[in-house]
């Protein structure tokens, strides 16, 4: 009897101690979200994912309806269009659709992403991305109409993909690009988060994993696990998706929201497709065009040695390196994003007004 009791007071002091471990993380993270919400934040009043353009649905090859909206003059002769990353939707290009005035924009959410339709898993390919991009480009700019296409992310491979399969419309069809926290070579090759030697063993094990998250009851655990995880996923967020400059709180939400939207399956299915890509065939058609590339210095998804290994690879392009920048720069620094999407409109001879200031 005596040993059951010191046996069961062990355990008793052993969950106890691990019930004050948690309780101490849990008040850790809502003392640093605390602090972050409590800053002073001149986003708080920003309309956020609520700006709307003229809808229109782009049906694909393989029969998935594409969710696109046009901003802007509609006898344009350039229109730009924006390709949005993993796991966002249109709206991550609010700073841009709110600032670039006098010209013709059209944003479109990848498929499987935001208000476009859902595919087969099968279809969740950097390639089919592509493949989706031309006809977009189909709707939205028939005939001679040119565009400028901007990417981040993966929304930059699936500009890749496209140059990839149809290198023909680079000086034709397609007259500028802008390249934004992305890589011509899938996440396995180099990123922050992937240390060098256990890269190897980590994408081969990456797939099945994710793969394994996204089936049957796990999905449902893991789907539960990420709405009730608020503070953690809201602290995940800053320092994923943001550099080590003072950031927003409503633009940190904002971003989180839009990833916690994404359903798992998505993420399982593009995330392998990000892990295998490799697009560098294609970035000397994209040299055919004014490109510019922008890099942040402390991007924690994609490493930035890899958008300078971009920006080398294509010929004649721009490189702006962000100092202390980080992946969604689309939100962190939209000045800059803006500035140089209206730069290369300007070069290909597409007059706008000039952006605002944030």
Wanted: proline share 5%; hydrophobic share 45%; glycine share 12%.
């Amino acid at each position: 009897m005596a040993s059951w009791r010191r046996i069961s007071g062990a355990a008793g002091l052993v969950a106890g101690a691990t019930a004050a471990g948690a309780g101490a993380i849990v008040a850790a993270e809502r003392i640093a979200v605390g602090r972050l919400r409590g800053r002073p934040d001149p986003a708080s009043t920003e309309l956020l994912g609520q700006l709307r353009g003229r809808a229109l649905t782009v049906l694909t090859a393989d029969g998935v309806p594409l969710h696109v909206e046009v901003n802007g003059p509609p006898t344009a002769q350039v229109t730009t269009i924006f390709c949005h990353g993993y796991t966002l939707n249109q709206d991550c290009w609010h700073f841009q659709r709110r600032d670039i005035s006098g010209h013709r924009l059209a944003f479109w959410d990848q498929r499987d992403h935001g208000r476009s339709g859902r595919s087969e898993s099968g279809a969740a390919s950097i390639d089919q991305l592509g493949a989706d991009l031309k006809a977009v480009i189909d709707a939205v700019a028939p005939g001679d109409a040119k565009v400028v296409l901007v990417g981040h992310s993966m929304g930059g491979m699936t500009i890749m993909a496209l140059a990839e399969q149809h290198p023909d419309l680079f000086g034709t069809k397609v007259v500028g690009a802008v390249l934004i926290s992305t890589a011509a070579r899938g996440l396995d090759s180099g990123s922050p988060w992937m240390p060098a030697p256990f890269r190897p063993v980590l994408s081969r094990a990456l797939p099945g994993v994710l793969s394994g998250a996204a089936k049957g009851k796990r999905a449902i655990l893991v789907e539960h696990s990420r709405r009730v995880t608020g503070d953690l996923g809201f602290l995940g967020t800053r320092f994923l998706g943001f550099g080590d400059g003072q950031v927003s709180p409503a633009v940190i939400g904002f971003l989180e929201r839009m990833i916690s939207s994404t359903p798992i399956e998505v993420v399982a299915r593009f995330g392998q497709a990000l892990l295998l890509c490799d697009k560098r065939a294609s970035l000397a058609t994209l040299g055919q065009v004014p490109v510019t590339v922008l890099i942040g210095e402390k991007d924690r998804l994609i490493a930035s040695r890899l958008g300078i290994e971009l920006a080398m690879d294509i010929p004649g392009s721009h490189l702006i390196w962000v100092p202390g920048g980080g992946h969604a720069l689309i939100l962190e620094r939209p000045d800059l994003v803006n500035e140089a999407i209206t730069s290369i409109l300007s070069r290909v001879g597409a007059d706008g007004d000039l952006p605002r200031s944030a």
